[in-house]
């Protein structure tokens, strides 16, 4: 088993697709062991996304991670890293195919509704970043 973080970022939340995109982890049997909602601080965000600090779109980034609530969700299953990963579909807006779920609700790179973990050392800081 296997567990990973999972983020419906703040326009998963505006455009209320929290109960579409949960629906999906549970129709692939995946566990939510646990979930909240909560606003990103900036510093929380710019930690988050310290891998990206030197992208010139890090600073819209931050704004937009922290510009509302947002879902956190800890996800079990067998897999779970790379499964929901595929799930998620492509960062390129272009490369998302149809069927996840960047490529069937996200029309922009930037606001791609979701965020998860994308291996076992970042889902442990993950997971003790936003579950302690
Ligand atoms: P990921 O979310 O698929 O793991 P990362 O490369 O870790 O992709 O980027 C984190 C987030 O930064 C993306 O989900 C997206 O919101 C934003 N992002 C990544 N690349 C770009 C880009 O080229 N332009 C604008 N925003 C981007
Ligand atoms: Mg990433």
């Not at 129709?27 to 909560?38: A, H, R």
């Not at 510093?43 to 980034?61: C, S």
């Not at 889902?123 to 936003?130: D, L, P, S």
């Amino acid at each position: 088993m296997e567990q990973t973080l999972v983020i419906i970022k703040p326009d998963g939340v505006r455009r209320k697709l929290v109960g579409r995109i949960i629906q999906r982890f549970e129709e692939k049997n995946l566990t939510i062991k646990e979930m909240y909602q909560g606003v990103m601080t900036d510093k929380i965000a710019q930690e988050h996304y310290a891998h990206l600090k030197e992208k010139p779109f890090f600073p819209n980034l931050v704004a937009y991670m922290t510009s509302g609530p947002v879902v956190f969700l800890l996800l079990e299953g067998a897999d779970a890293i790379p499964l929901v990963r595929q799930m998620l579909g492509a960062t390129n807006v272009l490369q998302a195919v149809p069927g996840t779920i960047r490529g069937d609700f996200a029309c922009s790179t930037t606001e791609n509704l979701v965020h998860a973990s994308d291996s076992p050392e970042n889902a442990a800081i993950e997971i003790q970043r936003f579950f302690g």
